[in-house]
């Protein structure tokens, strides 16, 4: 097998890749709590589906047939993703494992578009590789995107969404322990009932 062929495979491997993010993305941003997750996830949809125009026009430069080849290493990523959705996770700490999911999927295209472009060149293959660069540059565009949204704001919003959940255990432990705040509790829950049939019946 030369490195042409090998490049070849790398393409038919790429696409089936692209084409399975086709499929994960809108669930991704469906899943996704923070607008900007959301919006990024769509954007990279978008951009998604162009790539694979690129790779057809990739296909056509080096004289082949637009074919998928099954790509495992992305079907294990997706299954992984898969599987974090299904978490009992809500609100930021999703969107954190969202991020951790999505990048794993960008890596591996990072690494594959990287050598691809790199063999291209080397092969003297200048339009597959500048169309190759092309997408590697979005695809690196998306990662960085993504470590700035989990960096800026959703990963501290997941560890304090973490200590707000201590808190409220802390609380419930707390009010099973000591019988004294339970009757406070239940005193003041007697006092509001008659203020709020109070306020009742002044809007009558
Ligand atoms: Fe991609």
Known sequence: MTLHEMLVDEIKDLYH????????????AKAANHEDLR?????????????ITRLEEVFEALGEKVKAKPCPGMAGILEEGKDT?????????????LIAAAQRAEHYEIG???TCVEWARLLGLDEVA????ATLEEEKAADQKLTALA??????????EG???????????GRGRSSGRATTVRRQSSTTRPRAKAADRRRR
């Open 163 to 173: 200590q707000s959940e201590d808190e409220e255990e802390v609380e419930d432990t």
């Open 130 to 133: 500048s169309l190759l660069e």
């Open 112 to 114: 594959a578009y990287g």
């Open 151 to 160: 960096e800026s704001e959703i990963n501290q919003a997941a560890v304090a």
């Open 85 to 97: 959705m299904e978490e009992d996770a809500e609100g930021a700490v999703m969107d954190a494992a």
């Open 39 to 51: 919006e990024a996830f769509e954007m990279h949809l978008e951009e998604t589906h162009e790539q």
């Open 17 to 28: 890749a692209e084409k399975q993010l086709t499929k994960a993305l809108p669930k991704m």
